[in-house]
């Protein structure tokens, strides 16, 4: 048996790793690497391995960076299943269409100025078609029910609470006799996050792939996201200006719209419009009321008691490209909540372009935002920055609420991993992460008494056991 690390490591983004177990090869996640432009291309488009070679995908959750390169593989040869919980299927629908609209706006963007330069014209990294292929791919698996992906692999998800349908991911290997449990955490989520469930104990495994995105920080507590989310409204009013909140379309929006929709509950903070600017623009209430496996206890008794306990009747939904540009006309203080969630592409760009250089408006960053996006220069508040080709001064107040994050901090991951035998657990490989992130981690998990802690490089090959 062998482990192949391929995406997401020493980064945040690319969650891509291969498992050959019995001649058969198994992929955990197949996500998109984002980060500079060209380098982003290639690596998305040219995989390390013959697509057609893979087997069989097991997919930890629906979040683009683990999800978002499945159309490719599936354009360049795939057949084979892609296994998820029935939650990750049906965001996927939405979320991977979604994503070909932006890799179809982005080539055409791209290709607007090729087409003045006498370049030659790209095509998309893939279209709506490939998205739609790789959805035909998709089973619905449920927590907590084991089943075979390939001989001698067998898969158990448990409850990541990451976002809805997070999977954590344990693997039963057998190979000439020799059984191997390994576990992947895919991205750990955090306990007492509101709607979502705590992240379930996997049980013991002999190795484990281990996220690390926050793995040297630590979260400031929830109770000051009302705190900010005031300040930040309240200025806008103020002021009349717009929220500008980058977002991964699915997920971190709903945490977002529940915490909104429990402020204007319960205080007099003034209730501001929230746009959610999407291509596909669906309505996310649907499968959220499908999904009810992935909820705690307080937010089931909720769904019991008030049919719209997410708020979603408060948001407006954003279809045409006209709509979306009148938004930019629009006077009112307002929330726009727009994709994508490291500002690498979507529309997103547009509502940058018409408010980061009025001091006026905020930028509210609620994710993590990778090294070399656009995101991340925001976040940094790199006095000009560049979007679609143009320069422009970034004057508008950047607010960064990491309370909301979905992913653990060191605290949370060491709580959790302290859980597992550390007589057993051979291995960690930390991915997912920033090389100093992952060093922070990998010291503090050394202190708690796991002794071999590994930051796997790209490419980087280990047999198991
Ligand atoms: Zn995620």
Known sequence: MKLQFWGAARTVTGSMH??????????????????????AFERNRNFPF???????????????????????????????????????????????????????LDAAHLNKKNARRNRPLVEPLYTVDDALHAIEHFDGEKYL????????????????????????TVLDLLENGTTVRLGFT??????????????????????????????????????????????????????NGKII???FSVGRTQDLVYALHNLFETTS????????????????????????????????????????????????????????????????????IAASGMCEGGRILHHLTNSIEDPRNTILVVGYMAENTLGKKIVMREPEVRIMGNEYRLKADVI?????????????????VSQFDRKRLKRVFLVH???????????ALEGAGFSSVMIPERGQEFDLP
């Open 269 to 336: 903070v003034p209730q501001i419009p929230i746009y959610v600017d999407s291509p596909l623009s669906v309505d996310a209430t649907e499968i959220f009321r499908l999904h009810h496996e992935c909820y705690d206890r307080e937010t089931l008794d909720l769904i019991n008691k008030d049919d719209d306990p997410f708020g979603f009747h408060r948001l407006h939904y954003v279809r045409s490209v006209e709509e979306s540009k009148s938004l930019n006309k629009n006077k009112e203080p307002c929330m726009i």
């Open 433 to 443: 992460g920033d090389l100093d992130q992952q060093q922070k981690l990998s010291a």
């Open 400 to 416: 960064v609420m990491n309370s909301f994050s979905a992913h653990a901090d060191q605290a949370e991951t060491l709580s959790y």
């Open 50 to 104: 013959e697509p057609a070679s893979v087997d069989t995908v097991v997919l930890s959750h629906a979040h683009i960076d683990h999800s978002g390169n499945l159309p490719s593989l599936a354009r360049h040869g795939f057949e084979g299943e892609i296994h998820a919980t029935s939650a990750t299927r049906d965001l996927c629908k939405i979320m991977l269409q979604d994503s070909a609209h932006i890799q179809s």
């Open 186 to 239: 895919g991205d750990l989520g955090r306990p007492n996050l509101p709607i979502l469930k705590d992240p379930e104990f996997m049980g013991d495994v002999d190795y484990l792939i281990l996220e690390s995105t926050y793995g040297g920080r630590f979260h400031k507590p929830m109770s000051e996201v009302n705190a900010t989310l005031t300040r930040v409204i309240q200025s806008a009013v103020n002021e």
């Open 18 to 39: 291969s498992l050959n177990v019995n001649g058969s090869h198994v992929l955990l996640d197949c996500g998109l690497f984002q980060g500079k432009r060209t380098e």
């Open 245 to 247: 909140v980058p977002a």
């Open 145 to 168: 029910t084991p089943f075979p992906v390939a001989d001698g692999v067998t898969v158990t998800f448990h409850d990541a609470g990451h976002i809805l349908g997070s999977a954590l």
